[in-house]
């Protein structure tokens, strides 16, 4: 069994006092919010990211299906993206979004081998169909109910997709750079 430190009454009024640089505080508020954050967010998100082993914060999130939710200012043109409001709610520990391909598919705009620098990623076929290729994998057919996990950095595109193609993608932490390869 693990022993537990003791501390003074003294020593723990100190440590629970203490408040982060102020510096540091912004440092970590802009790199782990999402949009333009309120104050009170962005401490929590501070204080979660100066203590390490501390949870961050977070709400409930509901999303309702609304087909004006489906916006074209994602990742790539050829797509519509629902915000799931995951970001939001976890103070940028993760990401979720529906993703709707708009058909038809344009192998020319589409297949352009690149990697996301995130932790973790996974993607689910709600409808349709999406043909991919990752690195060390292959060409895979992806149909409706087909799930896969792309490790950090694998290098990977989309071939080819169906008309009706949705899919939903959770990815960590909620700001990724991707990088395209040549």
Not at 38 to 53: D, L, N, R
Not at 135 to 160: V, Y
Request: hydrophobic letters at 40%; aromatic letters at 6%; proline letters at 4%.
């Amino acid at each position: 069994m693990a022993k537990l430190k003791r501390t003074s009454k003294s020593a723990a009024k100190t440590a629970a006092t203490k408040k982060p640089a102020t510096q540091a505080v912004a440092k970590a508020a802009k790199k782990l919010s999402v949009g333009k954050p309120t104050k009170a967010s962005t401490t929590a998100v501070a204080k979660a990211a100066a203590k390490p082993g501390m949870r961050r914060k977070q709400r409930v999130a509901i999303s309702h299906y609304r087909e004006e939710a489906f916006l074209g200012d994602g990742l790539r043109a050829y797509a519509k993206y629902r915000d799931l409001g995951v970001a939001a709610a976890t103070g940028g520990l993760a990401h979720a979004h529906v993703i709707r391909l708009i058909g038809p598919c344009d192998p020319k705009e589409v297949s352009k081998l690149h990697y996301h620098d995130a932790e973790f990623q996974l993607v689910y076929v709600l409808n349709g169909w999406v043909k991919t290729y990752m690195e060390g994998e292959g060409e895979t057919l992806m149909r409706q109910g087909s799930s896969w996990t792309q490790p950090p950095r694998i290098r990977h595109l989309i071939r080819d997709y169906s008309d009706n193609c949705e899919l939903l993608e959770v990815i960590l932490p909620a700001e990724f750079k991707t990088v395209e390869v040549r």
